[in-house]
């Protein structure tokens, strides 16, 4: 899967090399910093990839402060889904992309945020 839906983009990989590849590819596209998010099961991983990418993180103004706040007591898979589903993806899809997670892809996501 790697386009799913109408309101975002996302796409599984096997790593951060390529994860920052894809990043790099949808700029060249348009999209802009706050328009991209880089999600791995490894909260380490996922901030260094973060980092080195220059994207943005799921945080407050896509999970809301309830959502937010909710995550710091949810297992990690938990919240993984939930800041899947917070980007515009069903629960179905947020599931099927947490699994993938758990065996080590990355995710990276696109989503046009209104200015």
Sequence with gaps: ????????????????????????????TGYTRDDLYVISHDEDREGR?????????VGLSEEGLFGAIANLFRSR??????????????????????KELDLGKVLVIAKRNPK
């Design 1 to 28: 899967m790697d386009s799913i839906g109408t309101q975002a983009y996302a796409k599984l990989l096997e790593n951060g090399v390529q994860a920052i590849e894809e990043v790099n590819r949808l700029r060249s």
């Design 49 to 57: 990839i973060v980092d080195a990418a220059d994207v943005n993180e």
């Design 77 to 98: 898979g938990d919240a993984l889904r939930f800041k899947i589903t917070s980007l515009g993806f069903s629960a179905a899809e947020a599931a099927f992309y947490e």
